[in-house]
């Protein structure tokens, strides 16, 4: 339902629901759905050149719903010069947003502010158009001095912010190494475990035997503990120097082990030294059993027998040979090329997931296409993003905004014909992924004669068949302006010859043209319909062009 209010200054329109819809289901809807309500306003409806006027929506939605206000130049031919903070304010259950806009337009005309869409909830709402004038400003040349024109002044490009992004993307890039340099490839300091644990078994057992000392089992008594860690520090030595069951075998299973060694020359062990190492092995069973319960003065005595015998047991056991000796480096080195090439394999593995999961995380945001074309490189996309030039071409000037400037057309057709004078520029070929051209021919033609729109655009469809363009549909349809001028649209598809032989690909056009006084100005426009940023590119050169008159 549209409601339109009169207000001093100010056009108004409300959009909502149609009355028939409104009346049949109003209790229904009322108790179980949430409704919204948009209005748009704008004050003055009359400026002067470059004087601003504001643009008022108004929206009335229940509290939980998020409603979004359009943002960026969507007000075009008006320019959007400030937008103002949302005025809140609650009744009851629901709220009223009142979001304001400060609009201008530096050109005289009538111009329609176009309709803007809010986001409420998950729905859409679209405000209507509203008609706003801006006048030129009166000045009386009479009383104003006239001064001579002032030099051109060289003004140095704005740098853009590149070195930002360049800075965060270093940034990160820095963070990301010292996290796998610390992590990863780091030296981490060893705790005092594996400080004794890569120690020779030798030096090992000695610092066990000193750390055995320094416990309070003696003097808690607790002796069964204190024989546990003594036959324990023996059984390890035995067990990675001479026998490597000795850790698991029974006392008699370890004593006949060694003197079998022994008897078979592999080790230089006397029998007293077999006789002492049985002797605790055996009081330490007892103990284990509480068969037995030694005085703490017989503990101590053990002790250092099994600290002599860690000692005759290395000189019994003979030297290693060269050959053991490179065995023994040429595995250390093989660890360290093992233990590198983990760490090279983290590395790459983690880069490979940071590179995916950013990937995909743009991609989420921002479409997989885009991202790839970011990343490879789009030509089209570079245009779509790159600056934008507004110039103006012919006379009387076509005003346009295109990726680039437009370069003029030298044709010998165009300038042999005496009848048409012809001034022409363009971007691109039909081959292009995009082609734009802008033409603005004098016709000399009695003042009788009246230039027919239609015959025009049939020559131009003519021409792109003569190009090698064919299965062209057309549709047509009237074009005005944004500061008013009408002229007749022709659009379709069609196929546009390609860059190999015999080869054909999908395109767009769209051909506007506009006459005046014996002038003929014509627009043509091409595209790859499958390039979504060509799409994007002839939407804004199309939204974009004005027609002025000579003063």
């Not at 009322?30 to 929206?59: H, L, N, R, W």
């Not at 509203?130 to 040349?141: A, F, T």
């Not at 026998?243 to 060694?261: C, G, K, M, W």
């Not at 003519?462 to 649209?489: C, H, S, Y």
């Given at each position: 339902?549209?409601?339109?209010?009169?207000?001093?200054?100010?056009?108004?329109?409300?959009?909502?629901?149609?009355p028939?819809?409104?009346l049949?289901?109003f209790?229904f809807l009322f108790?179980?759905?949430?409704?919204a309500?948009?209005?748009?306003?704008?004050?003055?409806?009359?400026?002067?050149?470059?004087?601003?006027?504001?643009y008022k929506?108004?929206?009335?939605a229940?509290t939980?719903d998020?409603?979004i206000?359009?943002?960026?130049?969507?007000f075009s031919?008006?320019?959007?010069?400030?937008?103002?903070?949302?005025d809140?304010?609650?009744n009851?259950?629901?709220f009223?947003?009142i979001?304001k806009?400060?609009l201008t337009q530096?050109?005289?005309?009538?111009?329609t502010?176009?309709?803007?869409k809010?986001?409420?909830g998950?729905?859409?709402?679209?405000?209507?158009s509203?008609?706003v004038?801006?006048?030129?400003i009166?000045?009386?040349?009479t009383?104003?001095g006239?001064?001579?024109?002032?030099?051109?002044?060289k003004?140095?490009?704005s740098?853009?912010?590149?070195w930002?992004?360049?800075?965060i993307i270093?940034?990160?890039?820095?963070?990301?190494a010292?996290?796998?340099?610390?992590f990863?490839?780091?030296?981490?300091?060893?705790?005092?475990?594996?400080?004794?644990a890569?120690?020779?078994?030798?030096?090992?057992?000695?610092m066990?035997?000193k750390?055995?000392d320094?416990?309070?089992?003696?003097?808690?008594a607790e002796l069964?503990d204190?024989?546990?860690?003594l036959?324990?520090?023996?059984?390890?030595y035995l067990?990675e120097?001479v026998?490597?069951?000795?850790?698991?075998s029974?006392?008699?299973?370890?004593?006949?082990?060694?003197?079998?060694l022994k008897?078979?020359n592999?080790?230089?062990?006397s029998?007293d030294?077999i006789?002492?190492?049985?002797?605790?092995?055996?009081?330490?069973?007892?103990?284990k059993?509480a068969?037995?319960?030694p005085?703490?003065?017989?503990?101590?005595i053990d002790?250092?027998?099994i600290?002599l015998e860690i000692?005759?047991?290395k000189q019994?056991?003979p030297?290693?040979?060269?050959?053991?000796?490179?065995?023994?480096?040429?595995?250390?080195?093989?660890q360290?090329?093992?233990?590198?090439?983990r760490?090279?394999?983290?590395?790459v593995?983690?880069?490979?997931f940071l590179?995916?999961?950013?990937f995909?995380g743009f991609?989420?945001k921002?479409?997989?296409?885009?991202?790839?074309d970011?990343?490879?490189?789009?030509?089209?996309?570079?245009?779509?993003?790159?600056?934008?030039?507004?110039?103006?071409?012919?006379?009387p000037?076509?005003?346009?905004?295109?990726p680039?400037?437009?370069?003029?057309?030298?044709s010998?057709?165009i300038d042999?014909n005496?009848?048409?004078?012809?001034?022409?520029f363009?971007?691109?070929?039909?081959?292009?992924?995009i082609?734009?051209?802008?033409?603005?021919?004098k016709?000399?033609?009695?003042?009788?004669?009246?230039?027919?729109?239609?015959?025009?655009?049939?020559?131009?469809?003519q021409?792109?068949?003569?190009?090698?363009?064919?299965?062209?549909?057309?549709?047509?349809?009237k074009?005005?302006?944004?500061?008013?001028?009408e002229?007749?649209?022709?659009?379709g598809?069609?196929?546009?010859?390609?860059?190999?032989?015999?080869?054909y690909?999908?395109g767009?056009?769209?051909f506007?043209?506009f006459?005046?006084?014996?002038?003929?100005?014509q627009?043509?426009?091409v595209?790859?319909?499958?390039?979504?940023?060509?799409?994007?590119?002839?939407e804004?050169?199309l939204?974009?062009?004005e027609?002025r008159?000579?003063?």
């Amino acid at each position: 339902m549209k409601h339109f209010y009169l207000g001093y200054g100010k056009s108004s329109s409300v959009v909502g629901h149609p009355p028939s819809v409104l009346l049949s289901i109003f209790f229904f809807l009322f108790s179980i759905v949430s409704f919204a309500q948009v209005k748009s306003s704008v004050d003055p409806t009359k400026i002067k050149i470059g004087e601003q006027m504001t643009y008022k929506i108004e929206v009335e939605a229940d509290t939980t719903d998020l409603v979004i206000f359009p943002e960026g130049q969507t007000f075009s031919p008006l320019e959007m010069i400030e937008s103002y903070k949302i005025d809140t304010t609650k009744n009851k259950a629901r709220f009223n947003l009142i979001k304001k806009y400060g609009l201008t337009q530096f050109d005289s005309g009538s111009y329609t502010i176009p309709r803007q869409k809010i986001i409420i909830g998950t729905k859409e709402y679209f405000t209507d158009s509203l008609k706003v004038e801006v006048n030129n400003i009166q000045v009386d040349s009479t009383k104003q001095g006239l001064y001579d024109i002032k030099p051109f002044i060289k003004v140095e490009k704005s740098s853009s912010d590149w070195w930002k992004t360049a800075l965060i993307i270093l940034a990160i890039l820095a963070i990301i190494a010292f996290l796998m340099y610390w992590f990863i490839w780091r030296k981490k300091p060893l705790t005092e475990e594996e400080e004794i644990a890569l120690l020779p078994p030798y030096e090992r057992a000695k610092m066990a035997l000193k750390k055995l000392d320094e416990s309070d089992y003696l003097q808690q008594a607790e002796l069964k503990d204190y024989y546990s860690e003594l036959t324990f520090i023996i059984r390890r030595y035995l067990d990675e120097k001479v026998y490597n069951r000795a850790l698991e075998s029974t006392t008699d299973e370890l004593i006949f082990r060694l003197n079998l060694l022994k008897d078979g020359n592999q080790i230089e062990l006397s029998k007293d030294d077999i006789r002492n190492i049985e002797t605790i092995l055996k009081r330490a069973d007892l103990v284990k059993f509480a068969k037995s319960a030694p005085d703490i003065e017989l503990a101590k005595i053990d002790r250092n027998t099994i600290d002599l015998e860690i000692d005759n047991v290395k000189q019994a056991l003979p030297e290693p040979t060269e050959a053991e000796k490179l065995l023994d480096q040429q595995y250390k080195e093989e660890q360290e090329r093992k233990k590198k090439r983990r760490k090279i394999i983290i590395t790459v593995a983690v880069s490979l997931f940071l590179l995916m999961a950013t990937f995909v995380g743009f991609s989420i945001k921002y479409g997989f296409h885009y991202v790839k074309d970011t990343l490879i490189g789009n030509d089209t996309k570079e245009l779509l993003e790159g600056d934008w030039v507004t110039s103006d071409y012919g006379v009387p000037p076509i005003y346009i905004t295109t990726p680039v400037v437009l370069e003029r057309v030298e044709s010998q057709a165009i300038d042999t014909n005496a009848t048409v004078k012809t001034t022409m520029f363009g971007y691109g070929t039909l081959l292009s992924p995009i082609n734009i051209m802008v033409s603005t021919s004098k016709l000399n033609i009695p003042d009788t004669t009246k230039i027919d729109l239609n015959l025009a655009i049939e020559g131009s469809l003519q021409m792109l068949a003569q190009n090698g363009v064919k299965d062209i549909l057309t549709k047509r349809d009237k074009f005005v302006t944004p500061n008013a001028a009408e002229g007749l649209k022709v659009y379709g598809t069609a196929s546009f010859p390609g860059l190999l032989p015999d080869h054909y690909r999908k395109g767009n056009y769209v051909f506007l043209a506009f006459t005046t006084e014996h002038i003929l100005q014509q627009i043509m426009l091409v595209w790859d319909a499958e390039d979504r940023y060509a799409e994007d590119i002839m939407e804004r050169v199309l939204n974009s062009v004005e027609l002025r008159k000579v003063d």
